[in-house]
């Protein structure tokens, strides 16, 4: 059996199509190498709502958008030995967000800049 990851548009794609070609879901989900309960739900999923994709699952908004993500970054590049408070205090003049450290600080790790 697989592990517990989402699957992906093109698995699903699979068990859609093995199923429209008429294969049971027990043979599906051998010849895929899928749980049973797995198979029986994407094409329930798919037969009653036609939902070839997984709704959108719930969590927290992210703080920073994407143009606030530019504005970090174009902060950043200005010059680059400035620290952490400086950036955060340049960020908050600019945008009137309010925004931690550990966030900025994040957020220019998951852009690609570190140390």
Not at 62 to 87: C, G, H, M, W, Y
Request: charge should be positive; proline fraction near 5%; charged fraction near 30%.
């Amino acid at each position: 059996m697989a592990s517990r990851s989402e699957l992906t548009l093109f698995q699903r794609g699979e068990i859609i199509g093995a199923w429209k070609c008429g294969l049971s879901e027990a043979k599906i989900a051998a010849i895929l190498g899928r749980a049973p309960g797995t198979v029986h739900n994407i094409i329930v999923a798919y037969r009653d709502n036609q939902q070839e994709k997984p709704p959108a699952r719930p969590g927290r908004p992210k703080k920073i958008t994407p143009r606030d993500s530019r504005a970090v970054k174009r902060i950043f590049q200005q010059n680059r030995r400035t620290n952490l408070k400086e950036i955060k205090d340049q960020f908050t003049t600019s945008t009137s967000k309010k925004i931690g450290l550990n966030t900025i600080r994040r957020h220019l790790h998951e852009i690609g800049f570190h140390g």
